[in-house]
């Protein structure tokens, strides 16, 4: 891997699970589970300049990524709800680059991390309760296609470790 690489992707790029094993799906929910301790963790006492450095260059700032997470989260959430409650439903897409972008995205960071509490709590309580038929169920992506829950919930685990890592790589290249 390049060095561009390696600091886009600090864990690798993600790998779709080859199970589902319900003791798999277990660990990926307590990934979820941990994601607001680990997210603390990984901001605790930065800056607000340290916040607004970027993981990398041309990347995202710390505190664009911790709003990032919010909004993916939640999105994902929500997704996860639909597949639940509709026959394979047609999601919207949406351009994360300019969702960071915006204003929001730009308050202190302890919005979003209250919001990815409340969040994870919720989600995983909800996923916790689902059966391996609720696992099959899923959602139509206008551009990835088919996809169902145990792939999302396995993507999102990684999601949460990926960019969980973007600050704490730049935190051990940076001694902060």
């Known amino acids: 891997m390049t060095d561009l690489e390696v600091l886009r992707y600090p864990i690798g790029r993600f790998s779709p699970p080859a199970s589902s094993l319900p003791g798999i799906r277990a660990a990926h929910i307590q990934v979820l589970r ?8 990984a901001v605790a006492g930065l800056s607000d300049a ?12 710390v505190r664009q ?3 990032h997470l919010a909004d993916s989260h939640a999105m994902a959430y929500t997704r996860c709800k639909l597949a639940l409650t509709e026959d ?10 300019a969702w960071a972008n ?5 308050l202190p960071i302890n919005v979003s991390l209250a919001m990815v509490e409340a969040l994870h709590a919720r ?9 391996d038929d609720d696992f099959r169920k899923g ?3 206008p551009q990835r296609g088919r996809e169902m829950l145990v792939k999302m ?24």
């Open 34 to 41: 941990q994601l607001p301790e680990h997210l603390r963790a």
């Open 50 to 61: 340290q916040l607004d450095t970027p993981y990398r260059e041309d990347g995202w700032t």
């Open 65 to 67: 990524v911790v709003h």
């Open 88 to 97: 394979w439903p047609t999601i919207q897409p949406y351009d994360e680059a």
């Open 102 to 106: 915006l204003a929001d995205s730009r």
């Open 123 to 131: 989600w995983v309580a909800l996923l916790e309760a689902l059966s």
């Open 139 to 141: 959602y139509n992506h």
């Open 153 to 176: 919930l396995a993507m999102y685990d990684w999601h949460s470790r990926h960019h969980t890592a973007h600050i704490t790589s730049l935190r051990a290249r940076q001694d902060w």
